[in-house]
């Protein structure tokens, strides 16, 4: 399923999110350490987390793809946030 956005930046809302972008992970897991990759010209693209000493890492064909296996979408988040506003509570 191809994640899409609106040419203004708006959202479509019957259609799905899309997924966030490196810089913007970077920005809201500011405790993880990241690594994207690809090895090989025209070759798989690799994602690779680092946090508390494990790594995780995900492959696909695409940066976007190995970002949309690793984190939610938008809409993910926002559902999360709405169903729980207090992230503490």
Do not use: H
């Amino acid at each position: 399923m191809k994640r899409t956005s609106s040419p203004d930046g708006g959202l479509f809302p019957d259609k799905p999110q899309p997924i966030l972008s490196f810089d913007e992970v970077r920005g809201i897991w500011t405790g993880i350490g990241l690594a994207l990759y690809a090895l090989e010209p025209g070759g798989p693209v690799t994602l690779e987390i680092y946090s508390e000493g494990e790594v995780y890492r995900f492959d696909a064909a695409t940066a976007e793809e190995a970002i949309a296996l690793a984190f939610p979408t938008r809409q993910d988040m926002a559902e999360a946030a709405a169903e729980n506003p207090d992230v503490f509570g």
